[in-house]
C-alpha cells in the first residue's frame, strides 16, 4: 500500500470506524480514544498525543469539524481546514484512526466506541472531560497526560498576527 493509501486509510467514518474498533477489541487490542481541534499542529499536541498513544494500543483521535471549531472559538477559526488536519495527524505513526465530528463535544463519540481509555491534556480534570462517566461505567480508564506549557494554537496565531 502506497503512504498516501496508508495516511488515507486511518480516516474514518463512525460506521466504519465502530466496526474497527469492535475488530481491534476482539484481537485483545487496548483503544485509547482522546479528541481535539489540533488547527496549526504543534510540538505540544505531538508530545500529548505521543504521551496518549503510549496508555494503549490502539490511539482514535476525534477532531473537531471546522463548523464544530467555530462554535468554540470564533468565526475566524480554523486556520487548517478539517480535511488537512485530519491529514496531517494521519501522518504521525503512532495515530491509528481520526473521526471528524461536528457537535460541541464527543460525547456521541465516545458513547458509540466506548475506549478502553479516554485521555486529555493535563489542564483538564478527570471530572470535567466529557465522556469520563461513560467510559468508568463501562470498565474503561480515564487519564490525564501531561500538558507541554509554552505551547499553544492561540499563541502561535497571535504572535503571527502581531508580526
Known sequence: MSHLKTLNSKIYNLDTLTSQVEQ?????????????????????????????????????????SDQSIQKLKGKDRPIIDEQSRAFLLAALSFVDAIVLFSEDTPLKLISTLLPDVLAKGGDYKIETIVGHE??????????????????????????????
Do not use: Y
Open 24 to 64: 481491534w477489541k476482539m484481537a485483545g487490542k487496548k483503544v485509547v480514544f482522546t479528541n481535539g481541534c489540533f488547527d496549526i499542529i504543534h510540538r505540544g499536541h505531538i508530545e500529548v498525543l505521543a504521551r496518549t498513544a503510549d496508555l494503549g494500543d490502539k490511539l482514535i483521535i476525534g477532531l473537531n
Open 134 to 163: 461513560i467510559v468508568q461505567q463501562n470498565g474503561g480508564k480515564v487519564k490525564l497526560v501531561p500538558f507541554v506549557d509554552g505551547f499553544s494554537s492561540t499563541t502561535i496565531i497571535d504572535k503571527i498576527k502581531k508580526s
